[in-house]
């Protein structure tokens, strides 16, 4: 898969996604990297240490965050977009479920659209990414959670994605696909669906496992957000050991050693 100018091995390697929020409420870094000058220090740290995409968000998705108009998404997300591209060689991707948003930052240059409705929210958004032809990560999610089956229920909710995204003319060779750990499902479902990510290949396409930091770390280990590292290790390595083809995380030096340790132990 080429993201940017990069060519990614979706079939053996796992990548990270290094997060770069642009918010003041987001749940673990929130206010952090809202100036241009942090952004940028953040941006190089996490280059330095691995990270193969940068994740640019301007609205925090946490349960009970406030709704951010398009308008603030795009002043937020812009210049940060702009100063990254005019500084640094590495591809960019920009957080969004808006359809305005995602265009704003495709003309600035945004390699990849992560869209955690999996083109559910606004109509407009599978347009504007085959228009594009960038690729991008359809997460899955739920208003409800409502499941009759789990596994084939999360599977059904993505083939209903994938149809909308073939629809609209984009190609499946820019697709990727996120289950959505923390996004309409239970803690136990959560558990469920990293221990059984492989029941996701039969769709065929790149996986990225976003677990950072997440709730679901917090209630199994009893920890803040700021001692979530270890238990997002454990996923990461479980991600390698189902063939995800990306991570989304916060700390990239711990998570890109533990893919490396992994892979070289599968690799004997």
């Known amino acids: 898969m080429k993201i940017g100018n990069k060519e990614f091995d979706t079939n053996n390697n796992t990548y990270i996604m290094g997060i770069l929020n642009i918010t003041p409420d987001s749940f673990s870094d929130g206010g952090n990297y809202t100036s241009i000058d942090k952004a940028l220090k953040q941006t190089e740290k996490m280059i330095d240490e691995g990270a193969a995409i940068i994740d640019i968000g301007g609205e925090s998705t946490r349960p009970g965050s406030s709704f951010v108009s398009a308008q603030e998404e795009i002043e937020r ?8 591209k005019n500084n640094f060689d590495i591809p960019i991707s920009l957080d969004t479920y808006k359809a305005s948003v995602a265009k704003a930052g495709i003309s600035e240059g945004v390699d990849l659209i992560n869209d955690i409705w999996g083109l559910n929210y606004d ?8 228009q594009s032809d960038i690729p991008c990560c359809l997460m899955h999610n739920r208003k409800e959670i409502n499941y009759i089956d789990f596994l084939s229920d999360v599977t059904k909710d993505l083939k209903d994605t994938l149809e909308i995204a073939r629809k609209a003319g984009i190609k499946d060779n820019n697709i990727i ?5 923390g996004f309409g499902k239970t803690y136990e ?3 469920q669906i990293i221990n059984e990510l492989q029941a996701l290949h039969s769709l065929g396409f790149p996986i990225l496992l976003g677990t950072s930091r997440k709730s679901v ?8 957000v700021s001692e979530r590292v270890e ?6 390595v479980f991600a390698v050991l189902k063939k995800c083809a ?7 030096k711990e998570n890109f050693r533990a893919i490396k340790m992994t892979q070289a132990i599968l690799k004997r």
């Open 231 to 236: 238990g997002t290790l454990v996923t990461s």
């Open 77 to 84: 997300t812009i210049p940060i977009i702009k100063s990254i």
């Open 246 to 252: 990306f991570i989304r995380v916060h700390d990239i």
């Open 217 to 224: 770390i917090g209630l199994t280990l009893d920890l803040p």
């Open 189 to 191: 479902q959560n558990l």
């Open 177 to 181: 696909l996120d289950p959505g750990v």
């Open 123 to 130: 109509n407009e958004m599978a347009e504007v990414i085959a």
